[in-house]
C-alpha cells in the first residue's frame, strides 16, 4: 500500500512540474471523448468514467515515461481490446497482468473492472517484453464500430466515421508531438499516408492471423530500447 502511494505521489509531483499543455490538453481531450454525439452502431467506451480515467491515465504517463516517440495507428477499437478498458492495442488482461513497468504503473493508477483478453493487444505488448522505452497507440477511429444488432462484433469504420476520428488523431499528435508515425495495417496506412507531411511516417502490417509475421519485422525495425 505504501509502494503505491510513493508511486501515484511520484506521478502527481512529475506531472505538476510539467508545462501546463501537455496536461491540460488530455483533460480536454478525454472530455471531448465522452461528449461526443451518439453515433448509429457505435459504442463510446468513455461514456464510462472508469475507462476515460484510465485512458487520461495512460496519455498522462507517456508524458512521464521513457516514450520512444512513435505512434502507431491503427484502424478502430476491437470489441474485447480497447473497447473494455480504453487503451488502444491493450486489453483488461494486459493492464492486469502484464509486467511491462509500464503497465506495472498504469495499473497503480486505474482500477480496471473485468479481465478481457484480446489476442492483438497481448501480441503488441509481448513485442515490448525487455524494452524500457514505449510506443504510443491511437485508432483513426477511437470508438467501437459493431455490426447492427450485435455490439459484440467488429466492423471497420465508415467514411464518415473516420472523417470525426481523425480530429481526434490529430488531437493526439498535438499532444504526444510524436517524430514517427506508424501505420498499423493497409486501411490505416491509407488515411495516413499524406496527413501529417512533416512528421516521418512509416507502415507495417497489424498483427491478426496472416499479417503477424509482417507485424514482428516491423516492430522490431523501430528499435524500441
Known sequence: VQADAASRRGLTQALGRMEGFGMSAIENFVQRLSNQPVLECVTNPYLKPDIAKTLHAYLSLLLTFP?????????????????QCGVPFTSQRVINEHTHPFLVKLRSLVTVNGNATESTATKVWNQLEGKSSVPAFWNTFPFHPYQPGDPTKNRR?????????????????????????????????????????????????????????????????????
Open 67 to 83: 516514450y520512444s516517440g512513435h505512434l502507431l495507428v491503427g484502424e478502430a477499437p476491437g470489441y474485447k481490446g480497447c473497447t
Open 157 to 225: 469504420p465508415s467514411q464518415a466515421e473516420t472523417a470525426i476520428g481523425m480530429t481526434y488523431l490529430d488531437e493526439v499528435v498535438q499532444i504526444l508531438e510524436p517524430h514517427t508515425i506508424v501505420a498499423v495495417g493497409s486501411i490505416s496506412a491509407t488515411l495516413l499516408q499524406n496527413r501529417y507531411p512533416s512528421i516521418k511516417f512509416r507502415t507495417f502490417s497489424h498483427p491478426s492471423r496472416r499479417g503477424y509475421p509482417g507485424f514482428v519485422s516491423g516492430f522490431s525495425a523501430l528499435q524500441l530500447t
